[in-house]
């Protein structure tokens, strides 16, 4: 086919919206919706994704994890022993960090456990509090700085102080105006002193992030109320050691510390960076698949459009297709034009919903912290889709168009 009849088709596809301005715009609002929300979602899961993957690499380029179970992806446990596996894992010790902490190329473990409760000063009371326990380097593994005061000591640690590490957001809700430094808070009911102003690494959540207080992971596990057993270990391996190398070095050591013989699976898990992103991936893979379920909806609402307007254009063009047959046109020519209009009234509502989606990336990106980029490739599918949805809907229409007996059609009034 020449590009004549191409644009010759897109031609008349453009003025049949002209003319039938409430049909048309039904049709485009249809498929406009399906791109939009494929355009706005795509640009907030790859803003998700690129923020999560920069949060994860402030805590260090070689750190990893060691986790009492680990499985990626939304799991679903209903209690039972067959669907909770980590049931059959024992708890990670304090002991078996510090004994990582020797083994040879490990430059520093730390370990942590984490709850939520109040935390009170004076008459002002914080219901819901992130509350970490740490060992006395985990500055090391969380990124951030601490902008004032300073962290607690080993001696402390080991002495059970009741003393305190704080983020801006507790600092602002419970001494506004004031230097916290020094100042007595209450974590569970019992009394700590704040020794230290921690500011955190920019995160995908921005300003938006909960109070958090860090205190010696010994004075956690007396005052704190948690669920035991889920304590968390960071490894960090000497510069001259891989990745690969120190988690080797981590797993034999904790399986002969656990007396595993050699046919018997790690009751523990060691998990990377990459892992992590990968199982973060997973979740939002789950996002894509709703986000495709959204827009095929909107896609198949615009694809009745198509059929609706496109066989009304058939009836009103009935003696304009009898006459280009009478002149030699052929039932190919006739299908191909008709294609050509159904896939550029889907095309223009593509190109709307590309527009409304950049729209909402943009607000995202500038109203919440999440950093909206659109991706080329679903720029790509959504040109594609809204193409391919014109054609397939076309068909029928089109189909008929070519099959008109031309002498009926010159008939037709």
């Known amino acids: 086919m020449s590009l004549s009849r191409l644009f010759e088709g897109i031609w008349i596809a453009l003025d049949s919206l002209r003319a039938n301005k409430v049909r048309a715009a039904l049709t485009i609002l249809g498929v406009a919706i ?49 669907l909770s596996p ?28 984490n709850s939520n409760g109040p935390v009170s000063a004076g008459d002002v009371n914080l219901k819901s509090v992130n509350v970490q326990g740490f060992s006395p380097d985990w500055i090391l593994t969380s990124g951030g700085t601490i902008v004032e005061g300073r962290n607690f000591t080993p001696l402390e640690h080991a002495a059970e102080a009741r003393v305190a590490v704080i983020n ?7 001494f506004p105006g004031l230097d916290p430094i020094g100042k007595r ?27 958090m207080v860090s205190i010696p992971h010994s004075s956690f596990t007396k005052v704190a109320e948690f669920w035991k057993g889920w304590m968390m270990f960071s490894v960090i391996p000497e510069p001259e050691l891989t990745v690969a190398e120190a988690q080797d070095r981590v797993t034999t050591a904790l399986r002969s510390y656990r007396g595993l013989k ?11 960076q990459d892992k992590l992103l990968d199982s973060f991936n997973s979740i939002t893979h789950g996002f894509f698949l709703v986000m495709l379920a959204l827009s095929s909806v909107g896609l198949m609402v615009g694809g009745v459009g198509v059929v609706a307007i496109m066989m009304i254009s058939v009836t009103e ?28 009234l889907t095309l223009v509502g593509g190109l709307a919903g590309m527009v409304l989606g950049g729209l909402i990336a943009l607000g995202i990106n500038h109203l919440t912290p999440i950093p909206a ?11 594609l889709a809204s193409t391919i949805t014109g054609i397939c809907f076309g068909l029928y229409p089109a189909g008929k168009a070519s099959r008109l007996d031309p002498v009926e059609a010159l008939r037709y009034e």
Do not use: H
Request: no cysteine; hydrophobic share 45%; charged share 20%.
């Open 262 to 272: 050699p046919m018997q699976e790690n009751n523990f898990s060691l998990v990377s």
């Open 86 to 113: 980590w049931r059959r894992n024992p708890w990670l010790k304090v002991a078996e960090a510090q004994m990582l902490q020797q083994v040879p190329g490990i430059r520093s473990v730390s370990w942590q456990e």
């Open 185 to 211: 808070i209450k974590i569970f009911g019992a009394p700590f002193e704040v020794i230290g102003l921690y500011s955190e690494p920019k995160s995908l959540f921005g300003d938006s992030e909960s109070p």
């Open 317 to 344: 063009r009935t003696r304009e297709i009898g006459v280009r047959k009478a002149l030699g046109a052929t039932r190919r020519e006739i299908m191909f034009q008709f294609l050509v209009e159904a896939a550029t």
């Open 34 to 82: 399906g791109v939009m929300v494929v355009i706005a979602m795509a640009a907030a899961i790859t803003g998700i994704n690129r923020s999560v993957a920069a949060q994860i690499e402030t805590l260090g380029p070689k750190t990893f994890f060691v986790f009492r179970f680990f499985q990626a992806g939304i799991n679903i446990s209903d209690g039972s022993d067959e």
């Open 373 to 383: 980029q659109v991706p080329l490739w679903s720029v790509a599918v959504a040109v």
């Open 168 to 174: 801006d957001r507790v600092a602002e809700q419970l």
